[in-house]
């Protein structure tokens, strides 16, 4: 069972730009909140932003200020806006559940970041 599909990833040159989406079922978007996540190539998989079913946000010190997370509740789906990318932010990104256990990650999106 496909609970979240990650979408949006890509190559972008370092000061580049890029907008991430996560479709999740409604009966996961209505009862948690939700956070965005990567892991890079020998690295643990890390939470970089996340955002509670009241719209409270929270960003890793890495990411803070350049990437903005946001939920769409009609759409069940989460985005996460990402600005001043540089090679570090090189990883495979995922969404799921924050807070709690996470939940079977879906394939995630690559996004590259190179010149």
């Known amino acids: 069972q496909v609970q979240f599909v990650e979408s949006g990833g890509g190559l972008v040159q370092p000061g580049g730009s890029l907008r991430l989406s996560c479709a999740a079922s409604?009966?996961?978007?209505?009862?948690?909140?939700m956070g965005w996540y990567r892991q890079a190539p020998g690295k643990q998989r890390e939470v970089v932003a996340s955002?509670?079913?009241?719209?409270?946000?929270k960003y890793a010190d890495s990411v803070k200020g350049r990437f903005t997370i946001s939920r769409d509740n009609a759409k069940n789906t989460v985005y996460l806006q990402m600005s001043s990318l540089n090679p570090e932010d090189t990883a495979l990104y995922y969404c799921?559940?924050?807070?709690?256990?996470?939940?079977?990650w879906g394939q995630g999106t690559q996004v590259t970041v190179s010149s």
């Open positions: 409604g009966r996961i978007f209505n009862n948690y909140a």
């Open positions: 799921n559940v924050v807070m709690v256990a996470a939940l079977d």
């Open positions: 955002i509670t079913r009241g719209g409270n946000l």
